[in-house]
């Protein structure tokens, strides 16, 4: 495998620290899972809010009221830092 000299790879996300905003690659469980559908996987973005190694918390964005999401360890397939999202710009006139 060649790897990019400066490119670290990524660090496991119990590295994490709380308030990072992230994006966490999780597996359905089958009760999640559609009838037929191949998709096994969904994301969630957001600022994680708690974590231990039974998993992470996550406040996702997007959607106000949302509750927080819990992500079992075992759950979780990939986990990337993400930058904070953009300032909102003023009214469109």
Excluded: C, F, I
């Excluded at 559609?34 to 997007?62: F, H, I, K, M, S």
Aim: net charge positive; charged share 30%.
């Amino acid at each position: 495998m060649v790897t990019e000299p400066n490119v670290r790879p990524p660090s496991d996300w119990r590295d994490l620290q709380v308030g990072a905003r992230v994006v966490v690659r999780r597996r359905l469980r089958p009760e999640e899972q559609a009838e037929g559908a191949p998709q096994r996987w969904t994301d969630v973005v957001g600022v994680v809010v708690a974590l231990d190694g039974a998993g992470l918390d996550v406040r996702p964005d997007r959607r106000p009221g949302l509750e927080v999401v819990h992500v079992a360890a075992a759950d979780v397939e990939v986990v990337k830092p993400v930058p904070p999202r953009p300032a909102r710009r003023g009214e469109r006139h």
